[in-house]
C-alpha cells in the first residue's frame, strides 16, 4: 500500500488562548510517563448514497478534510493544550503552534486494505513529523493527526496524543468533542466532554525533586528489566459476543461472581501466552500480569470523566503456579484491582501523593523480585471510538498502529478494543515472534477466538 503525503500543517486554536492560560502544568501521575504517542486509527468508507451525477469523490473527500481542519480548529479553543509542545520541565507551552496535521493519499481503495489488513503497513497511516525518538520531550508535540484519503472516497483518521500529557479517557474525550464539533451538534451524553477538566496537577501536585527522580529510576529499573530486543510481531484475537459469554459462564465462582469480559478475556490469553513462554524456554517462570487501570472510578466520589491527564496506576498479579483454572486466574486479577479503592485515591492527591506512590513502587519491586516474564495489558473497552461520526457515520473499523514485525526493545503487551457489535472483544497482541508461532497454535485459545480476521466479516 503506498501512501503518499500531500500535505504538512499546523492547525491552530480558532481563537487565541489567554495569556493566564499559556501554561499546563502536568499531574504527578502524567510525570511517570513516557513521551510516546499510542495512536486509534478510524477507518471510514464512503457511503454510496453520498455521492451524485453531480458531485464527484474528489468534491466529497476536499469539503471533508476541510470540515475536519476547521471543526479541530474549533475544538482546540477548549483542548489548548493539544496545540501546543511539552517542555522539560513537566509542563505544556501552551502557545498555539497547533496539532501536526498531516494529509495524504493511498491509491487503492480502502476494503482493498480492510480485506485482509496488513498490520506491519498500518504504522503508514501514522503522523510522523521527523521528531520521534522515544522519551524526548523539550519540543514535541502534544497532539498529531494524519488523515488518508483512499481512492474510493473512504477515509482514514489517524490521531494521538503523547503520553506524557494524557491517557487514553483524555484522548477519548478529545476525540468526541473534536467530531461533535464537527457535526455542529453534541448529544447529551458527549457534552461533558466539549468542556475538559485541567485540574489534575491540582489533584495530583507534580514533584521535581531527589524523590521522584529517585523513584521514577527505581520504577524503570524494576520493570525495565522485562524488556527484550527482538523481532516482535502483532497479531488480533477476536473474541465474538458468543465466546466472551461462554468465558464469563466458565469463569463464574463464589470469589467472582459477576466476571467481566475484559477479565476472562485477559485471564484466557495470559494462560495461553504463559503457556508460549514454558514451551520455548522449556519450564514455567513466575509471570507478572500488569494491567492499567483507570482511577477516575475508583475515587469516592468518583473523579470526572474529562479530568484530563495521566488519571491511571498500574495493578499487578503475580502468576507463579504452572497450571491454574480460569476462575483462579480471574480472582487474582480482581484481587489485585481490589487494592484501588477511594483511600487508595485519596492518598495519591495532595503533597502526601509522592510518599504514597514511593512506597508502592518499592513494595511491589520487592514483592515481585521474583517474575521472569510479564505481560502487560491496556483496555481500550468503553473508550467509545465506535461511536464517533464526524457527520458521514461512524468508523467501519478502529484498530491500533504498531511497528510489528521490525527488531524492537518492547515486552509483551496486549491491547484489548471493543469490536464493532460492542460485545466482543479484539485483543491486539504483540509478541516475539518465537512466542507467536506458539501461541497461534494454541488449539484452547483457537476454540474461544479468531485470528486476523477481515474487519468487513465483524459483526456490526
Not at 15 to 40: A, E, G, M, W
Not at 289 to 315: C, D, F, M, Q, Y
Not at 412 to 419: A, E, S, V
Request: glycine share 6%; aromatic share 8%; charged share 25%.
Amino acid at each position: 500500500m503506498e501512501v503518499k503525503i500531500i500535505s504538512r500543517e499546523s492547525i491552530k486554536p480558532s481563537s487565541p488562548t489567554p495569556h493566564d492560560l499559556k501554561s499546563h502544568k502536568l499531574c504527578l501521575l502524567d510525570q511517570f510517563r513516557s513521551n510516546i504517542y499510542v495512536p486509534r486509527v478510524l477507518y471510514y468508507p464512503l457511503n454510496q448514497d453520498d455521492l451524485s451525477s453531480t458531485i464527484d469523490i474528489d468534491h466529497i473527500v476536499s469539503k471533508r478534510l476541510q470540515l475536519l481542519k476547521q471543526s479541530l480548529s474549533e475544538a482546540l479553543v477548549r483542548f489548548y493544550p493539544l496545540a501546543g509542545k511539552l517542555t522539560n520541565n513537566f509542563s505544556v507551552d501552551c502557545n498555539d503552534e497547533g496539532v501536526y496535521f498531516v494529509e495524504a493519499v493511498a491509491k487503492i481503495h480502502l476494503n482493498e486494505f480492510l480485506i485482509q489488513p496488513d498490520h506491519n503497513l498500518i504504522h503508514k497511516l501514522f503522523p510522523v513529523d521527523g521528531n520521534e525518538q522515544r522519551g524526548q520531550i523539550a519540543g514535541a508535540h502534544v497532539a498529531k493527526v494524519q488523515v488518508t484519503s483512499f481512492a474510493c472516497g473512504g477515509l482514514v483518521i489517524c490521531a494521538c496524543i503523547s503520553h506524557a500529557f494524557g491517557d487514553g479517557t483524555s484522548f477519548s474525550s478529545f476525540m468526541k468533542a473534536w467530531a461533535a464539533t464537527a457535526r455542529n451538534k453534541t448529544s447529551e451524553e458527549e457534552a461533558i466532554y466539549i468542556c475538559p477538566n485541567y485540574d489534575a496537577s491540582s489533584l495530583f501536585p507534580p514533584n521535581d525533586g531527589d524523590l521522584f527522580h529517585q523513584l521514577k529510576a527505581t520504577s524503570r529499573a524494576s520493570f525495565g528489566r522485562f524488556f527484550e530486543t527482538g523481532k516482535f510481531v502483532v497479531r488480533r484475537f477476536v473474541f465474538d459476543a458468543k465466546a466472551t459469554a461462554e468465558l464469563k459462564a466458565k469463569a463464574k465462582s463464589s470469589r467472582v461472581q459477576n466476571p467481566t469480559r475484559v477479565e476472562v478475556v485477559s485471564a484466557t490469553l495470559s494462560k495461553s501466552v504463559m503457556t508460549a513462554f514454558k514451551t520455548r524456554s522449556g519450564s514455567h517462570k513466575p509471570t507478572l500480569l500488569s494491567h492499567a487501570v483507570n482511577l477516575r472510578s475508583k475515587a469516592r466520589p468518583p473523579l470526572s470523566e474529562n479530568l484530563i491527564g495521566n488519571i491511571v496506576w498500574k495493578t499487578n498479579a503475580l502468576c507463579t503456579e504452572e497450571e491454574v483454572d480460569l476462575d483462579v486466574l480471574v480472582w487474582q486479577l480482581r484481587e489485585a484491582l481490589s487494592k484501588f479503592d477511594g483511600d487508595f485515591v485519596k492518598s495519591l492527591q495532595g503533597v502526601g501523593g509522592l510518599l504514597k506512590l514511593s512506597e508502592d513502587i518499592k513494595c511491589e519491586a520487592e514483592a515481585y523480585s521474583d517474575a521472569k516474564n510479564k505481560i502487560m495489558f491496556s483496555s481500550w473497552c468503553t473508550f467509545g471510538f465506535y461511536g464517533i461520526d464526524f457527520g458521514w457515520g461512524k468508523p467501519i473499523w478502529v484498530s491500533g498502529a504498531c511497528l510489528g514485525g521490525s527488531i524492537v526493545e518492547s515486552s509483551p503487551t496486549i491491547i484489548l478494543m471493543d469490536t464493532r457489535s460492542g460485545n466482543g472483544i479484539e485483543a491486539w497482541v504483540l509478541l516475539l515472534e518465537e512466542d507467536m508461532a506458539l501461541l497461534e497454535v494454541d488449539e484452547k485459545l483457537r476454540e474461544v477466538a479468531t485470528i486476523d480476521p477481515s474487519p468487513l466479516k465483524l459483526p456490526q
